[in-house]
């Protein structure tokens, strides 16, 4: 087996993220739940894609690319930390967003400009067609002698999962350290490679530990998340062995993906006035009310501890309403 230590990885964010105890929230609910607060990374204003990104990035330059080009939604968190670290890198970063939700110049969208990003905003509900024009605008700046990394939505590929399995081990070494022992690990899924992470890292550092996935759009994450930890495994030439209760996805989608739900507003709100803490309406808002639905309607019942993984995006309060 190898190492992920192993792999080419640059080190962007400031590690270990702290790990405590919702204390006011477990009090309530009757449950430990503890926070894993990625949010608090030291990049722009956190998230989940900076440890994905240190993997991915660290490959493009690995490969001598001077340029990257990543996608996602109008308000994606991702993009916007895709050109943070680009930047810091001295990388030319274009963003490649789809015209869709809050496109004014608000939230994430001051930040991309804050960065120096290049955003283009294209007209579709297909990615495919956006990755299409990333390789045509490729071609082009080849001609100009720029080389260019393409990073897929949320950067979730096999290398972009690595990047949460390597967090699952620091989480492993917190948890140690302090005596804790874990059931269940969750975090919001958008696009997979942060849960397929998840999945994979519990494997290999927490064993017995199950992985919970809370979908915030339709796509069929039980297969993306799968098929993204085989292929992570694959590439340290860890062998999977899954089991029937390993990982679970649970939708909250409300409306529609990167739409706020007014059901999730005063779990938002509540985190905020006992804990302190800003949830983002359509990513970790929406994942951390279908936990708190979860935990009232006893599915964690005979499990003591829950982590939950804080993945970002406060950004995005400042774009929308709540609903």
Known sequence: MKSIDDLPRLHLGV?????YKLEAISEKYGKNIWIKRDDLCGVALGGNKVRKLEFLLADAKQQGCDTVFTTGGAQSNHAMLTGA?????GMKCYLLLKKRGVTEHLGNQVLNSIYGAEVRFIDTDSYDDIYAEM?????????????????????????GAI???AGVRELAQQAEEIGLKIDHITSATGSGGTTAGLLLGAKMFLPGVKALGLGVDDDPFDEIVSELAQEAAGMLDFPLARTPDDFRMVYNLGAGYAIPNAEDTPYIEEMARMEGILLDPVYTGKAWSGLLKLVKDGYFDGEKNIVFFHTGGAAALFAMDLG
């Open 135 to 159: 390789h045509r605008m490729g071609v082009e700046l080849a001609k100009e002698g720029h080389k260019s990394y393409y990073i897929p939505c949320g950067g979730s590929n096999a290398l």
């Open 15 to 19: 590690y270990p993220t702290p790990l």
């Open 85 to 89: 670290c680009a930047a810091r890198l």
């Open 163 to 165: 990047g949460y399995a």
